[in-house]
């Protein structure tokens, strides 16, 4: 098992940034490719980006493409996303998850954060 708990959400204003911080413990969670999940009220959730479990492959979501920055530090176990230019749309509950694959739907992620919220106010 591969416990998940994220951190860093708050409000901010838009144009600011975030970052948000998903530590892991239980097994470890270096196989696992890692992913962050929004969700805002009244919608589905959606992969934001992904990292594989060596972190040199990320893809992110068009609307958030040039905009946030995924990471991971295996030997912290941590993984991180850096988010800039924050716009209203964004404000979500972000959650962390870990995939015994890359994946690119939720359903393929195992592993899962309680999430975080972030409000960005225009």
């Known amino acids: 098992q591969v416990q998940l708990v994220e951190s860093g959400g708050g409000l901010v204003q838009a144009g600011g940034s975030l970052r948000l911080s998903c530590s892991t413990s239980?097994?470890?969670?270096?196989?696992?490719?890692m992913g962050w999940f929004s969700q805002a009220s009244g919608k589905d959730r959606v992969l934001v980006t992904r990292i594989s479990w060596n972190g040199d492959s990320a893809t992110d979501a068009d609307s958030v493409k040039g905009r946030f920055d995924v990471s991971r530090d295996n030997a912290r176990n941590m993984v991180f996303l850096q988010m800039t230019r924050l716009k209203s749309d964004d404000t979500a509950v972000y959650y962390c998850?870990?995939?015994?694959?890359?994946?690119?739907?939720?359903?393929?992620?195992?592993?899962w954060g309680q999430g975080t919220l972030v409000t960005v106010s225009s």
């Open positions: 998850a870990a995939s015994p694959s890359f994946g690119v739907t939720a359903s393929e992620y195992k592993y």
């Open positions: 239980g097994e470890s969670f270096r196989g696992y490719g």
